[in-house]
């Protein structure tokens, strides 16, 4: 599949969208938990955690290699390791908003980086992850649309075209709960659901 991880992507924001019809996408709900929203959470966060290394090898090959495989101390990257790579290569990359059109708000999933932290919603799932009977609670609505919107910007930055600015090539399909319309690098979405920097797209 030439798209297999914005296909994930989409996979789950379906997900949510089935969600919705039993949990209101509110503020009210954002505490609610429950197993359908924890397998979605860690399905996200494991796909986040699968992109990310490979984003990270697209934007700076060997940097992850360079910083886990010391002497005697080689280990599997995390989420701190792509923290470093992503940021010294995105400098933008936090700043992307992802919104929920339907219903009336937004989320930058990333805007931590900008303190150079991780995600609450990511800290929150290695609770889920390692201690799920003392942390199942944290496996919430608000927690779950923040690691879907995660993927939502892992998904555009590793499909966009580096050099041309273009992201997609052909899907043609979209998401049905969030949405996007801010810019990421200078990329800005458009209608035929791609991204055109600024002075290429005459729509703008």
């Known amino acids: 599949m030439k798209y297999l991880h914005w296909d994930y992507f989409l996979s789950l924001d379906s997900d949510l969208n089935e969600v919705s019809k039993f ?22 966060c494991s796909e986040i955690d699968v992109i990310a290394k ?23 990257p995390n989420m701190v390791d792509y923290r470093k790579v992503i940021t010294g ?5 936090y700043k992307m908003t992802i919104d929920l059109p339907k219903y009336g708000f937004s989320v930058e999933p990333w805007i931590d980086y900008m303190n150079d932290k991780n995600p609450s919603w990511w800290c929150d799932y290695n609770d889920v992850k390692h201690n799920r009977d003392k942390f199942f609670y944290k496996a919430n609505l608000i927690n779950t649309i923040n ?15 580096r050099n041309t600015g273009r992201f997609y090539h052909g899907i043609k399909f ?8 801010t810019y990421t690098e200078d990329m800005q979405w458009v209608y035929e659901l791609y991204y055109l ?6 729509t703008m």
Do not use: M, W
């Open 23 to 44: 949990i209101e996408i509110h503020y009210d709900n954002f505490e609610t938990y429950s197993i359908q929203l924890t397998r979605l959470y860690l399905s996200a």
């Open 54 to 76: 490979l984003f990270c090898d697209v934007v700076s090959p060997g940097q992850l290699q360079k910083i886990t495989e010391k002497p005697g101390k080689s280990r599997y």
């Open 89 to 93: 290569s995105c400098p933008k990359f």
């Open 147 to 161: 690691a879907i919107a995660g993927l939502f910007v892992l998904a555009v930055y590793y499909y966009a075209d």
């Open 174 to 181: 979209s998401p049905k709960v969030l949405a996007t319309e």
């Open 197 to 202: 920097t600024p002075d290429k797209n005459e």
